[in-house]
């Protein structure tokens, strides 16, 4: 796990120049790499790599990066891991290679040289992004894994290619634009972040996952995809599996069990985060069956009982007999890392969740360099409530006439989610223990706007929004079409939740579920994998039929009967909370103060990004009592990346 950066101006350069333009940006990325540095230019070319390491492979020399092949003709820096890389080694062995050290740098070069990039990037399983510098060819690749795990982002300026792990890394050369993308911000505001290929400034984009683009010197760019979640799904829909329900939790075992060993390969120590829920409990039970010693084991817990898994993950810890730890964060605790946060900010992203992340990360990264997390198992198996219920209302509402159904659902709309949760809690114990739901009142006001969703189409968009028309927010722009829309657009699927998890897999899961990961850990220094994203893992479970995924009222389901084999189920069997945190109670106490700076009506005019009167209408809203943080949020985090506090 590291950070790479680096820049490509054809017809060459001089070399010391090209050297310290790169490490200039490779300086922005040291919390990714605190145990190495290198670089590499090639002046003729006009190419320079320069690279930020994370020790976790092969901890001698040679594993420095960039690397060169054992033949010369390929230059790699990569960032991430790939658990293949054994298997690879030896089937390269088998063909004549030889290797000086046991890096899976090492191998991805030797792939390279025996297949090509085209051929050999495919072959990689794992988590990455790496940029390639084939001297034969001159020509310049780069590559992202399967899922989106690892971030890459470059751009076009001044005749000259730039590319980085952080935003914050291209910005550092003075050729990058540095222009706010008006459509780009429009996206944030809908949907908490900015999603792929776009980036909050014009001209600098974000690969996509599972993409090897070869950059052109006359600043084309050709792209491939090596892999689609959209071939799978569209297979898995053409050849469903059949499979009797033990056979079926037999092979999801054995499967995750592979996945969880492969990334307990590492030369320094290694944990895993665990929450007590579905997903961490499963890693870590599958961690502690593989392993012959006590598994590090990490959580956090708060003060406010609504928010605080800390007493179920240790429940969990306990039955399994890791070595676990829990911090107590109190209030001032997590406050204190909002302006940290902010100030460490790469590029906008405003799911608050991110504040536990960096905590727990930061406590795992006194005690271990990589943690094992859940992250992926709601998306690939079916576990947000989303998910679980939309197929059925919307089975319940469509019939009534569209202009009725909107009508009735714009008017269910404007009750807030206050009065919301008072209906809930009254009829709460009418409910069986696996239907009951905490934060209720967000989620039923979800489903109220489900019904003014004009059509099936529409539905998921209108659930994940935070602002339904940023347009009424952010001065110019129009707000672009991301990468995920195009990869679902026309595909069919035979139920709405089975929609709602293919937009999450290729939209929320790398835009938001990882790049906070990646953030939050890689802030800590610290590595962090995901065994439920083993692409295998995905292909399999997309196989599955629907109903052993979902089945009675429970997401993930055939993930719990696997689970069921290590850990009872009532140590399990609790409503869903995830990383929420009250920042709304916040704004209007101790962050108010912070907010007022960001959102003052001057400032925002003086700005000219944002409408004033409809920002602070929001603002004055919320401070009266409504619940409006999900969409203040993305505000202040922008105006605070804007202008970030000295």
Request: aromatic residues 8%; contains cysteine.
């Amino acid at each position: 796990m590291c950070g790479l950066a680096g820049l490509w101006q054809p017809g060459g350069g001089e070399a010391a120049a090209l050297r310290d333009a790169a490490r200039r940006m490779a300086r922005t990325l040291a919390h990714r790499g605190p145990d190495d540095d290198g670089d590499w230019v090639d002046a003729d070319a006009g190419v320079a790599f320069a690279f930020r390491r994370l020790a976790i492979v092969d901890l001698s020399p040679a594993g420095h990066q960039p690397m060169v092949s054992a033949g010369g003709r390929f230059v790699l820096q990569f960032n991430g891991e790939i658990y293949n890389f054994r298997d690879l080694r030896a089937e390269l062995e088998g063909h004549g290679a030889t290797f000086r050290g046991g890096s899976d740098t090492e191998v991805i070069l030797a792939a390279l040289e025996r297949w090509g990039v085209v051929e050999a990037i495919p072959r990689l399983w794992g988590m990455f992004a790496c940029a390639i510098w084939d001297r034969q060819a001159r020509a310049l690749w780069l590559a992202r894994d399967r899922l989106g795990k690892k971030p890459l982002y470059y751009a076009h300026a001044a005749g000259t290619w730039l590319f980085g792990s952080e935003l914050s890394s291209v910005r550092a050369h003075p050729a990058c634009p540095t222009g706010v993308d008006r459509g780009a911000l429009r996206s944030l505001l809908r949907y908490g972040y900015v999603p792929a290929p776009w980036s909050i400034l014009t001209g600098v984009r974000k690969l996509p996952p599972a993409t090897l683009v070869q950059l052109a010197p006359d600043g084309r760019e050709h792209a491939t995809a090596y892999w689609r979640a959209r071939d799978v799904v569209e297979q898995a829909v053409r050849q469903p599996a059949s499979y009797a329900e033990a056979d079926a939790v037999a092979e999801l075992d054995a499967l995750l069990r592979d996945a969880v060993r492969r990334r307990m390969i590492a030369d320094v120590p290694l944990g895993a985060f665990l929450s007590g829920g579905v997903d961490s409990s499963m890693v870590v039970a599958l961690m502690q069956a593989v392993h012959d010693r006590p598994v590090r084991t990490f959580t956090i817990g708060f003060a406010d009982a609504a928010y605080d898994e800390s007493r179920e993950a240790a429940a969990v810890a306990a039955h399994l007999g890791t070595a676990h730890t829990t911090l107590p964060v109190g209030e001032a605790d997590a406050l204190a890392v909002v302006p940290r946060l902010m100030a460490e900010a790469d590029e906008p992203f405003a799911d608050s969740s991110r504040i536990p992340s960096a905590l727990v990360a930061r406590l795992a990264r006194r005690h271990v360099t990589v943690a094992l997390s859940g992250d992926g198992g709601d998306e690939v198996f079916g576990g947000y409530t989303r998910h679980v219920w939309a197929d059925r209302v919307w089975q319940q509402v469509s019939p009534i006439p569209a202009v009725a159904r909107r009508a009735v659902g714009a008017a269910l709309t404007r009750v807030g989610p206050a009065a919301w949760e008072a209906v809930y809690r009254a009829t709460e114990m009418l409910l069986p223990p696996q239907a009951r739901q905490r934060h209720a009142g967000d989620k039923l006001r979800k489903l109220a706007r489900l019904m003014a969703a004009r059509d099936v189409d529409a539905i998921y968009p209108v659930l994940v929004a935070q602002w339904d028309r940023p347009g009424q927010a952010v001065i110019g722009g129009e707000e672009p079409r991301s990468w995920s829309e195009d990869e679902a657009h026309g595909l069919a699927l035979p139920t709405l939740a089975e929609r709602m998890m293919f937009q999450d897999l290729v939209g929320y899961l790398p835009d938001d579920i990882l790049t906070k990961v990646d953030r939050a850990t890689m802030a800590a220094s610290l590595e962090a994998r995901a065994p439920l994203l083993d692409h295998r893992v995905v292909e399999w479970a997309w196989r599955l039929p629907l109903s052993l995924k979902i089945h009675a009222g429970e997401g993930k389901w055939i993930l719990r009967r696997v689970l069921d084999r290590y850990v009872p189920r009532p140590l399990i069997d609790r409503p869903k909370t995830g990383f929420a945190l009250p920042i709304g109670d916040w704004l209007r106490g101790p962050l108010r103060d912070w907010a007022e700076s960001q959102l003052a009506a001057d400032r925002l005019t003086r700005d000219g990004v944002f409408h004033a009167a409809a920002v602070r209408a929001v603002w004055d809203r919320h401070l009266r009592g409504a619940r409006e943080e999900h969409r203040l949020w993305p505000v202040l985090v922008f105006q605070a990346w804007l202008r970030p506090s000295p």
